[in-house]
């Protein structure tokens, strides 16, 4: 488990801030032969006096840098091909779609 806390637990109005719960999330890893869950655990800290929310941010280092990519080009091409999916329970498939 890996717990990411913000650095200090004071508010910037100079009150001391207070744990209300956490965000949990897990992120499946495949060595050979072995699966692992690493769940990243992020500490919810709030001030009584002046209401404010301090949270560790999400690190998505790779969803970043795509948007960047995406978005630096005056044109974005996009394919939507569909695909028969298999309708839940009622054994028949229905046509969606992949946009890639």
Not at 50 to 63: D, M, S
Request: overall charge negative; hydrophobic content about 35%; aromatic content about 4%.
């Amino acid at each position: 488990m890996i717990h990411h806390e913000p650095d200090n637990t004071h508010c910037p109005c100079g009150c001391a801030l207070k744990r209300i719960g956490e965000d949990v999330s897990e992120k499946l890893d495949y060595t050979p032969g072995v699966f692992t869950v690493e769940r990243h655990v992020r500490g919810k800290w709030v001030c009584d006096d002046c209401e404010t929310l301090i949270q560790a941010p999400v690190p998505q280092p790779l969803v970043d840098a795509l948007r960047d990519v995406v978005l630096g080009h005056q044109v974005i091409h996009a394919d939507e091909t569909p695909v028969q999916m298999l309708a839940p329970g009622s054994k028949k498939t229905h046509r969606s779609y992949v946009w890639a």
